[in-house]
């Protein structure tokens, strides 16, 4: 922080293993990304190159180069592993991941259907070599899966040796974890967070109420993903406290009562 003030949460510092924040990287241009890391390097932990994007734009490696210089993780959206897999094109996925010099890798199925005997294969496979997020939860608004099975897969997905488990919201945050009307779906996230260690998941987040919503629920360093660009100087200010939506969360109950209308 530029300076000092009292009550405010005390935040993880890079190379962080919790607090998390990752930004959707949807093609953004080099200066755009220089300019995302001029603003909030500090911030910003992980950069996912959203869905298949980087077989589009310009100047991939160059821009991966600059995040990891910047002490950025890279990997590519898991719909693009799932656009390889589908076409038995694993052998290529992985020559383009190391093309690139990337070291993290998310697995996915939220377009398709994988077993999870064999997805958890895949995940322990890449651990060997590659740091890895896999993706719980469909992309497909509609689809529900229950509780008990949000819950075993990530348990497995973690002994398999993912890093994280992402908990699918997808770029939108109205699928997964969220109503179709974007608003947290409660009773499966408490019974998620009962089995499985919070610091172990991170969260898609891609609006602020849901942002809010988590930062309540797990605090100032609560894993968020799906971050716009534009949005991570914001969100840090919501983990701190310093935004009207969590400006009391922080602060002594005496200064609540006398200063909350």
């Known amino acids: 922080m530029n300076f000092q003030l009292n009550n405010i949460p005390e935040r993880t510092t890079k190379d962080r293993n ?6 959707m990287d949807k093609g953004l241009s080099i200066r755009q990304a220089e300019d995302l890391i001029d603003s909030a390097s500090n911030q ?8 298949g994007t980087s077989a589009f734009a310009g100047n991939v490696k160059e821009k991966v180069k600059l995040y990891q210089k910047a002490n950025i993780r890279v990997y590519l959206g898991g719909t693009l592993f799932e656009a390889f897999f589908v076409r038995g094109q694993m052998d290529d996925y992985k020559r383009y991941i190391d093309q ?3 070291d993290t890798v998310e697995i996915s199925d939220g377009s398709i259907s994988i077993a999870h005997g064999k997805k958890c294969e895949i995940i322990q496979s890449f651990a060997k070599t590659y740091k890895v997020l896999s993706e719980v939860g469909s992309k497909e608004e509609g689809i529900l899966i229950s ?12 002994a398999a040796g993912s890093w994280k488990v992402i908990a699918e919201a997808r770029e939108s945050g109205t699928v997964g974890i969220y109503r179709p009307n974007g608003q947290a779906h409660v009773l499966l996230i408490n ?7 919070p610091e172990d ?4 987040a891609p609006k602020k109420p ?3 919503y ?3 629920q797990f605090g100032a360093n609560v894993n968020l993903g799906n971050i716009a660009e534009n949005e991570v100087i914001p969100l840090e200010c919501l983990r701190l406290g310093l935004r009207g939506d969590t400006f009391f969360d922080f602060l002594p109950e005496t200064t609540v009562k006398k200063y909350k209308s």
């Not at 919790?18 to 930004?23: C, E, N, R, S, Y």
């Not at 509780?147 to 973690?158: C, G």
């Not at 019974?191 to 260690?197: D, Q, S």
């Open 210 to 212: 849901q942002q809010v």
């Open 44 to 51: 910003v932990d992980i950069v996912k190159l959203g869905f």
């Open 201 to 204: 998941i991170l969260w898609e």
């Open 18 to 23: 919790h607090g998390l924040t990752m930004v």
């Open 147 to 158: 509780p008990a099975r949000w819950i075993k897969m990530m348990q497995n997905e973690l």
């Open 191 to 197: 019974k998620i967070i009962k089995n499985v260690k």
């Open 100 to 102: 690139l010099g990337l």
């Open 214 to 216: 988590f930062i309540k």
